[in-house]
């Protein structure tokens, strides 16, 4: 299965922030900060990481949570902390903002692949369909067992060719 081609407006702009800040080594030590709840995806590809900004001996790092009341963020906070501090930057505050709302079109392709490859079932780009596809075999039939998985942020399914139970990652 390919990643789907389509880059949202919303990846787009996270793109350009990154891409213009003048802090490239810094994003490049975040992007070895995952998601403690899923491990194999960072936190710039799950489309958490907004933001860093120097202000003089500051650092100030933005990050959205998925849904409100995450209780992940703190772990995530805290990791993005430890990592800053292990490469010199004592002076570190993580800022999470509720606006604007995190949304799946804030995740990358990559983000995406590794959430299928771990057998979870990523969202599609809005407007690219509602089908949710298994992350085992890839078949679109699949029906929905529990709208709460393993985590509020994911729901539960059943693909009904190959049987197999997963997590979707909700679409918000």
């Not at 900004?53 to 933005?62: A, N, P, S």
Request: charged share 25%; hydrophobic share 35%; net charge negative.
């Amino acid at each position: 299965m390919n990643s789907i081609p389509l880059v949202t407006e919303a990846q787009r702009e996270r793109q350009l922030r990154r891409s213009n800040s003048a802090l490239p080594e810094l994003w490049s030590l975040l992007d070895e900060v995952t998601d403690p709840e899923i491990p194999v995806v960072s936190l710039w590809d799950l489309g958490v990481l907004q933001d860093i900004k120097k202000h003089g001996e500051r650092l100030l790092v933005e990050i959205t949570p998925t849904y409100s009341g995450c209780p992940a963020m703190v772990e995530m906070a805290s990791e993005i902390e430890k990592t800053l501090t292990a490469a010199g930057h004592t002076n570190v505050e993580v800022v999470s903002l509720l606006t604007p709302t995190w949304t799946t079109d804030f995740m990358s392709a990559q983000g995406r692949d590794k959430l299928r490859e771990y057998g979870i079932a990523p969202p599609s780009p809005r407007g690219q369909g509602d089908k949710v596809c298994c992350p085992q075999c890839g078949s679109a039939n699949s029906e929905l067992i529990s709208e709460f998985g393993s985590t509020a942020c994911k729901a539960l399914y059943r693909c009904l060719d190959c049987l197999e139970p997963f997590d979707y990652f909700k679409c918000i």
